[in-house]
């Protein structure tokens, strides 16, 4: 979950370009649904060879690449899996396609003027270091020692002539610290890390959707958890037209999280009477309960929110230092048999849920493991035009149980598949062979 705050000012300048591609260039992706904004910056050697540096969220990692009479090649990775980039450049302006297995989409992408901000490497990097320094959610920094990554980090900021080779830097100083929320990105506040949606579709496609799959099985599927008093509406929908089938699956594969509102309305309609979903943890939390990690902090003493609000949630957690969710109780439980689809790009709060419906045995899950990302985190502007998003909050089950870093299994395992839907097939024949609910 994300709160977005502040203002910012422009970036850290690039080297002057040596060839028709050198330098930062804005990139779009079309992936479905919606569209994926990059800021890339390319260096390219004599041989033709192509770094690429993703100076945003890196949804996209480019692992090669090559550019030759015009054309750029690329090869990396992204959460749908291997993907392949050809783009033709002419002047300041790039076209081409992205494809990943049997799915593809159009790239287009402007080169970006070389931008002088004034801002020195060190700064950024001395930004970032002290936010986190003051602000990171765990004060043991997951046991690594965080002067000591300054100490080591910091000359090879001052030894940054780009962008991109500063936020590798800095990036390989996250990675040290083992933790998910955890991004720089080039884009300012507003922009950061907000994906739009695709040529074509409309600015109002709804993140839930649901049908009937057959005479006894609904099928619900949650792409984001978005907050609106018109989410709440649709799932109160979805209820309302398949409440009464004797079986329901729920999707949330390829969910990344998002704000507690959808999430905390399905609790109750899973759960006939209140009951605790998990509970966050701050690194004020910690001192103020004079303890050193979340599991050491009495639940008794933990403030509790029930709301679907995440201004009024965070307003609480900042009050108080940790907070219990807690919902159902609230709306006619369906009382037909669940299952919940999960992968490995479920993420935040969607594992949140998954890990409240596993615990409680609400539903069967079925798929892979999630991702093991599941802090609440905040974004600020930084020095020299950049975004920084921090994890802010712990997690932990209503049973004290980690999910950041371990994700949450499903019950049934299911291999992944790129002909068909191995997980929804799976899914309908163990409901198929339940016996149906009295």
Not at 69 to 85: A, E, F, N, Q, R
Not at 107 to 133: C, E, K, Q, Y
Not at 158 to 171: E, F
């Given at each position: 979950m994300n709160r977005v705050i502040g203002t910012c000012c422009l970036a850290v300048c690039l080297t002057p370009s040596n060839t028709p591609l050198d330098g930062r260039w804005d990139v779009t992706f079309d992936i479905p649904s919606q569209q994926y904004r990059a800021i890339l910056e390319f260096a390219v050697s004599s041989d033709g060879t192509v770094t690429t540096t993703n100076l945003v969220y890196p949804?996209?990692?480019?692992?090669?690449?090559?550019?030759?009479?015009?054309?750029?090649?690329?090869?990396?990775?992204?959460?749908?899996?291997?993907?392949?980039?050809?783009?033709?450049?002419?002047?300041?302006?790039?076209?081409?396609?992205?494809?990943?297995?049997?799915?593809?989409?159009?790239?287009?992408?402007?080169?970006?003027?070389?931008?002088?901000?004034?801002?020195?490497?060190?700064?950024?990097?001395?930004?970032?270091?002290?936010?986190?320094?003051?602000?990171?959610?765990?004060?043991?920094?997951?046991?690594?020692?965080?002067?000591?990554?300054?100490?080591?980090?910091?000359?090879?900021?001052?030894?940054?002539?780009?962008?991109?080779?500063?936020?590798?830097?800095?990036?390989?100083?996250?990675?040290?610290?083992?933790?998910?929320?955890?991004?720089?990105?080039?884009?300012?506040?507003?922009?950061?890390?907000?994906?739009?949606?695709?040529?074509?579709?409309?600015?109002?496609?709804?993140?839930?959707?649901?049908?009937?799959?057959?005479?006894?099985?609904?099928?619900?599927?949650?792409?984001?958890?978005?907050?609106?008093?018109?989410?709440?509406?649709?799932?109160?929908?979805?209820?309302?037209?398949?409440?009464?089938?004797?079986?329901?699956?729920?999707?949330?594969?390829?969910?990344?999280?998002?704000?507690?509102?959808?999430?905390?309305?399905?609790?109750?309609?899973?759960?006939?009477?209140?009951?605790?979903?998990?509970?966050?943890?701050?690194?004020?939390?910690?001192?103020?309960?004079?303890?050193q990690s979340a599991e050491q902090i009495p639940l008794d003493r933990l403030a509790v929110y029930s709301g679907y609000s995440v201004v009024d949630f965070r307003r609480e957690l900042t009050r108080s230092g940790a907070v219990m969710l807690t919902t159902g109780g609230r709306a006619a439980a369906y009382r037909g048999r669940v299952v919940l689809l999960i992968d490995e790009r479920c993420g935040s709060t969607t594992e949140g849920f998954a890990s409240m419906v596993k615990e409680t045995h609400a539903a069967t899950l079925i798929g892979r493991r999630t991702a093991g990302a599941m802090l609440s985190s905040v974004e600020v502007p930084v020095v020299g035009g950049w975004t920084l998003r921090y994890p802010e909050a712990d997690f932990r089950t209503a049973s004290g149980q980690r999910v950041e870093g371990q994700g949450v299994e499903p019950d049934i395992v299911v291999q992944k598949s790129v002909i068909g839907d191995a997980d929804l097939a799976r899914a309908m024949t163990f409901l198929q062979k339940l016996p149906r609910p009295r």
């Open positions: 949804l996209l990692t480019v692992t090669e690449g090559h550019f030759t009479d015009g054309t750029l090649s690329l090869k990396g990775t992204s959460p749908y899996g291997p993907v392949g980039i050809t783009t033709a450049i002419a002047g300041t302006a790039m076209t081409g396609k992205w494809q990943v297995a049997m799915i593809s989409g159009a790239v287009r992408g402007s080169r970006m003027p070389d931008i002088r901000s004034g801002v020195r490497p060190r700064a950024v990097f001395d930004a970032v270091w002290d936010t986190l320094n003051r602000q990171y959610y765990d004060p043991q920094f997951n046991g690594v020692d965080w002067r000591a990554m300054r100490a080591r980090y910091r000359p090879n900021s001052d030894a940054a002539r780009t962008d991109g080779q500063l936020v590798t830097v800095i990036r390989k100083m996250f990675a040290d610290l083992h933790s998910s929320h955890l991004e720089l990105s080039a884009l300012p506040l507003d922009k950061a890390f907000v994906a739009t949606p695709a040529t074509g579709t409309s600015a109002t496609a709804a993140p839930i959707v649901w049908r009937n799959l057959s005479p006894a099985i609904g099928y619900l599927q949650i792409t984001q958890f978005e907050e609106s008093p018109e989410i709440l509406g649709l799932v109160d929908r979805v209820f309302t037209e398949l409440g009464d089938l004797p079986s329901l699956i729920i999707d949330v594969r390829g969910n990344p999280g998002g704000t507690l509102s959808a999430a905390m309305r399905l609790g109750d309609y899973l759960f006939p009477a209140t009951r605790p979903a998990g509970y966050f943890v701050t690194r004020a939390g910690l001192a103020r309960f004079k303890v």
